[in-house]
């Protein structure tokens, strides 16, 4: 099945009050909430499921995707717009040992939660949106019944997000330093890339789902090509989703505004490749099945696509809280500048509906990277409200 390219995360731009939309004009203003005034809260990286072993603007679909008839395809589009017109608000984190995140051993029984973030304060930023068409045959739950890796056709009550106790493993991450030219950004995306691999494949492969890695491209001219189409490349197009291939065009992460914050693109980043995760575990499946079946600007439909983004949201955070202080370059500092750059990006900022809102697109972010469990990234069990 073939899909038109995902949406971009919203463009940011100065502040602006949480609370109803306002259009953009001219450069994108810095929306959301107001950065926290005390430390940040430190994340809590979490042990396994049960057996697990130690250790930015939109390309318009413009009618739609060409057609396919061989298999899937999935596109998503980062958009980088307006990237930060002002200084990233460096939060200290005063942290005694007692805080400082350490693997906790064995897990609990599987449960059913419902995840409430309401609770949690920020905002919600917008990146990918995703569209595709309802498949037109396949088992509605668990695909195929033949040996071997399986998606599963679930939301709500998918297999991963049952278990209170599982998160990703404490890792060490080591990331080239971040410098503003084309060799050096591939190396960070490609180091980053292998992190997350690291991550993600152990953790879906333990639920029996067939995981691959995401081919890494870096485009380099001003459009290119890929198998949902011919993407050009400008202020609003920093990484783009198709069919197992992430694309990072430099050109479009606007380094000249964003500067010297790898916390930032690392995020950004990560959240991409949630969707990627969301696409192996056959979240993404049947995320978009509901999406068709509704229409996708009813008022169902974007909600759908609300709880889709603001899952690959949480994915993102739950990496970088896993893998921050941890020996390797992930430093509080990029998690600090990360965590306040969520609350600048969302549909406050877009004039969107289909992302959320700039506070839920950063609170579901610092529900992930806070304690990282994977349960607390159910978006599609949460109720509108916190995903409005």
Same mark, same amino acid.
Request: with cysteine; aromatic share 8%; glycine share 10%.
């Given at each position: ?14 502040q602006q009050p949480f609370g109803g939309q306002q259009p953009p004009t001219g450069p994108q203003p810095y929306g959301g909430q107001q950065p926290p005034t005390g430390p940040l809260p430190p994340p809590r990286p979490a042990p396994g499921p049960p057996g697990y072993p130690p250790q930015w603007g939109q390309q318009p679909?413009?009618? +739609? *995707?060409? $057609? ?7 596109? &998503?589009?980062?958009?980088? /717009? #307006?990237? %930060? ?62 040996? +071997? *890796?399986? $998606? ?7 297999? &991963?997000?049952?278990?209170? /106790? #599982?998160? %990703? ?103 991409e490749y949630g969707h990627h995760v969301q696409e192996v575990a056959g979240l993404m499946d049947a995320a978009w099945e509901e999406i068709y079946a509704a229409g996708q600007n009813s008022d169902k439909g974007l909600e759908m696509a609300r709880r889709k983004e603001l899952q690959a949201q949480c994915f993102s955070g ?71």
């Amino acid at each position: 099945m073939t899909q038109p390219p995902q949406g971009p995360w919203p463009p940011h731009g100065s502040q602006q009050p949480f609370g109803g939309q306002q259009p953009p004009t001219g450069p994108q203003p810095y929306g959301g909430q107001q950065p926290p005034t005390g430390p940040l809260p430190p994340p809590r990286p979490a042990p396994g499921p049960p057996g697990y072993p130690p250790q930015w603007g939109q390309q318009p679909p413009y009618g +739609g *995707p060409p $057609k396919k008839s061989n298999g899937p395809i999935i596109a &998503i589009c980062l958009g980088a /717009a #307006a990237l %930060l017109v002002v200084g990233l608000v460096v939060v200290v984190v005063a942290v005694s040992s007692s805080k400082d995140p350490v693997a906790d051993g064995g897990s609990i029984p599987p449960a059913t939660l419902s995840n409430t973030p309401s609770e949690r304060t920020g905002g919600s930023s917008s990146t990918a949106s995703s569209s595709k068409p309802a498949p037109s045959s396949r088992q509605s739950s668990e695909g195929p019944s033949s040996s +071997g *890796p399986q $998606k599963v056709y679930k939301l709500a009550d998918h297999p &991963i997000l049952q278990d209170p /106790a #599982a998160g %990703l493993k404490n890792r060490v991450c080591n990331l080239p330093a971040w410098q503003s030219n084309q060799a050096a950004a591939e190396a960070f995306f490609t180091a980053a890339s292998q992190c997350l691999d690291a991550a993600w494949g152990p953790f879906l492969e333990h639920y029996n789902l067939p995981f691959t890695p995401p081919s890494l491209h870096f485009p380099t001219g001003s459009s290119f090509q890929t198998e949902c189409g011919n993407i050009q490349v400008g202020i609003a197009t920093a990484a783009y989703y198709c069919e197992n291939n992430l694309y990072v065009p430099f050109r479009g992460l606007q380094t000249d505004q964003y500067g010297n914050n790898p916390g930032v693109y690392l995020a950004l980043f990560a959240h991409e490749y949630g969707h990627h995760v969301q696409e192996v575990a056959g979240l993404m499946d049947a995320a978009w099945e509901e999406i068709y079946a509704a229409g996708q600007n009813s008022d169902k439909g974007l909600e759908m696509a609300r709880r889709k983004e603001l899952q690959a949201q949480c994915f993102s955070g739950m990496f970088l809280g896993a893998h921050v202080d941890r020996g390797g370059t992930i430093t509080r500092d990029m998690y600090d500048k990360a965590w306040d750059d969520q609350e600048t990006r969302g549909d406050n900022t877009s004039g969107s509906r289909d992302h959320g809102t700039n506070a839920h697109y950063a609170s579901w972010w610092r529900a992930g990277a806070k304690d990282n469990r994977i349960v607390d990234c159910n978006t599609f069990s949460a109720s509108s409200s916190d995903v409005s």
